[in-house]
């Protein structure tokens, strides 16, 4: 493979939601010689407004290579391909203008999710979307350095890994 993964990249004082990629021949491959990863916290139930979606996608097509993975293994919108220069702009336009924050990666808080709940799930007992994201949860956590997870499922019996399961990683 010509990738190297990892390396001290990253948003100034956030610790994570960037994956540094760099190609090991740039000679070769100028296009891709940094092509870095942001990982995007996806709103709780994964419900986008179709505005929400066209900003990101305008978003990356300025800032990044224009290749998404809509919910990765981490649940996160993974937005593939940008070069350093680039991040700090990408991480103020998604904190300040599109009031959404970055993806857990690293060390740092890992992504909160999510099930659809009572919106869609009969049998859900409580809300899982706001024990997923109250506001006093994610403020000041990013900076964690020993993160833990936990899981709480919204259905009686349940399994932790069953689709009706809200994640939850400090």
Known sequence: THWKHGGIVGVF???GGVIGRYCDQPQMFPGVAHFH??????????????????QLCDLWEMRG?????????????????????QLEEIFFELTHNMNTDLGGSGSNLRTPAACLGNSRCEW????????????????????????????????PNAAASSPSTCLIGL
Do not use: K, W
């Not at 990863?37 to 066209?54: C, E, H, I, K, N």
């Not at 993975?69 to 937005?79: C, E, F, R, Y």
């Open 13 to 15: 004082g956030y610790g």
């Open 37 to 54: 990863t942001v990982r995007v916290a996806q709103p709780a139930g994964m419900y986008y407004t179709s505005d929400y979606l066209r």
């Open 124 to 155: 859900a007992c409580y809300d899982a979307q706001e024990l997923c994201y109250p506001d006093d949860l994610i403020p000041g956590q990013a900076d964690r350095r020993l993160p833990y997870s936990s899981s709480q499922s919204t259905v």
């Open 65 to 85: 290579s224009g290749l998404t993975n809509m919910h990765g293994a981490t649940g996160d919108i993974v937005l593939l391909g940008t070069t350093t220069p």
